[in-house]
């Protein structure tokens, strides 16, 4: 306070003060952006590629019990235990599509399940023991179910990597931005925006904090108290939040833009009243 006071004499203004401040929040936000426009995606994009080189030499070790299965094309498997290439209590949903919000058109239950693994044509076969198949043809009629001791091979696809589509955290920034340019789909391209949105409202958020942060910081001072601590939690809890809000409302490109941007504009403009107030204190 007592330096605040005497630079006030001197005829510095808190702005100036604050400037290396802001010029860091700057220089972090740059790399903030570098990081979530390149580095990160490039990590997991080559993360996917060590995943599937693994997977290609060790196909079985998908599937991994107590886990819920999700990379198998259209299938949904539950696995309680393993012993080689032995499945115990198998859970086994099959999809109308290969999107994760598809339909599940049958069930299987098997106690038991012998694994085969076909490397020339890329399949598990399962043979099931004791197995229990519920088949929905249409959601207005009674299911059908089927029961049997054991059962014929039942071939399903390994996850193709060629096939997947890359998702919108797994692209750079000039590939998402041509990405958008190119994309028709509506859904596909709101996706994509709402990444776009989502990765430079959160690189400057280094620089929208320093503006809140400086008067904030002078006031929790002056009172010494713990309220400097509480303030940048709620600040950060709003802040976040209103980020992870946005994001549901991606079909809705005007308004999720807005949302994504409103937290750095309300914190810039609340910097900028709080340091005005704090500058003729």
Known sequence: QNELVGFRTSGTSLTRLAMPVFVLGLL??????????????????NTRALLDQAF???????????????????QRAFITSKDGETLKGLHLYQLSAEERDADPELYVYARSVDLEVDYQDK???????????????????????ITASTAEPWPIPFPSSTKRTLKPSYRGTANLIDTINK???????????????????????????????????INARRRETTSGLVLSLLVAAAYFGSLLLAENFEDNPLL??????????????????LIRRASHR
């Open 28 to 45: 972090f936000s740059i790399i903030c952006w570098f990081l979530a426009g390149d580095l990160s995606p490039m990590a997991k994009r």
């Open 123 to 145: 399949l598990f076969m399962l043979s099931f023991e004791d197995a229990f198949i519920e088949r929905l043809e249409n959601q207005n009629d009674a299911p059908e179910i």
């Open 183 to 217: 994309e028709n789909d509506p859904k596909i391209r709101n996706g994509l925006l709402t990444e776009f949105q989502k990765r430079n409202s959160l690189s400057l958020a280094c620089l929208a904090f320093a503006f809140i942060g400086v008067p904030l910081g």
């Open 256 to 273: 999720c833009s807005l949302m994504m941007w409103l937290p750095n504009i309300l914190a810039v403009l609340l910097g900028i009243i």
């Open 56 to 74: 290609e030499q060790d196909p079985v070790s998908l599937l991994e019990p107590n886990a819920v299965q999700t990379k198998l094309p259209g």
